[in-house]
T-cell receptor, first 113, second 114 residues
Framework: DQQVKQNSPSLSVQEGRISILNCDYT??????FLWYKKYPAEGPTFLIS?????DKNEDGRFTVFLNKSAKHLSLHIVPSQPGDSAVYFC????????????FGTGTRLQVTL | GAGVSQSPSNKVTEKGKDVELRCDPI?????LYWYRQSLGQGLEFLIY????????KSGLPSDRFSAERTGGSVSTLTIQRTQQEDSAVYLC????????????FGPGTRLTVL
């Protein structure tokens, strides 16, 4: 029962272009969403988050959009850089707690020159 | 300051043996989490500790799995009588408080059960 789904296992984008990573969830109790980035042989690194009371959160080149009615969120990276090449995980947590994050299976982003 | 560290980085064991995985959280972080990532799967929550409160063990897959946290700092995840399906990367994370959204992860321990 995959409550957080990342349906694209991989994505390739040219340097300078926009990268869009998508995430869908099924549990309506989720109200806080996070994106993590993971390089090989390292643990995931927190990137950006969004609360369900917002529909957009921006931090530099990274913007997360939340569509609650569609139970969908996306991470936009503009402009994409080669150092952004990594696996990106979407995670969610229900009301009132930051514990027990539920993660998606990840999307491997490759930014090409 | 140092991040979350885990040891060993790799562990190969035979089916039926017990293993212990160690996690050193960031100093001062009161919340500590264990996750695992099996091949092709997302990170799966196992257990979390918050200060001196009783741990939330709801994610532990069987009674062969246990964890403890001594002195509110270092944690050990123990898997008894390992099975091949226990093969995974075991990740530890910590946060200042359980209310903090951002968890800081260690590099993980890759466990292979032959």
């Amino acid at each position: 029962d995959q409550q957080v789904k990342q349906n694209s296992p991989s994505l390739s984008v040219q340097e300078g272009r926009i990268s869009i990573l998508n995430c869908d969830y099924t549990n309506s109790m989720f109200d806080y969403f996070l994106w993590y980035k993971k390089y090989p042989a390292e643990g995931p690194t927190f990137l950006i988050s969004i609360s369900s009371i917002k529909d957009k959160n921006e931090d530099g080149r990274f913007t997360v959009f939340l569509n609650k009615s569609a139970k969908h969120l996306s991470l936009h990276i503009v402009p994409s850089q080669p150092g952004d090449s990594a696996v990106y995980f979407c995670a969610a947590t229900p009301t009132g707690t930051a514990s027990k994050l539920t993660f998606g299976t990840g999307t491997r982003l490759q930014v090409t020159l | 300051g140092a991040g979350v560290s885990q040891s060993p980085s790799n562990k190969v064991t035979e089916k039926g043996k017990d293993v212990e995985l160690r996690c050193d959280p960031i100093s001062g972080h009161t919340a500590l989490y264990w996750y695992r990532q099996s091949l092709g799967q997302g990170l799966e929550f196992l257990i979390y500790f918050q200060g001196n409160s009783a741990p939330d063990k709801s994610g532990l897959p069987s009674d062969r799995f246990s964890a403890e946290r001594t002195g509110g700092s270092v944690s050990t995840l123990t898997i008894q009588r390992t099975q091949q399906e226990d093969s995974a990367v075991y990740l530890c994370a910590s946060s200042l408080r359980v209310e903090d959204w951002a968890q800081y992860f260690g590099p993980g321990t890759r466990l292979t059960v032959l």
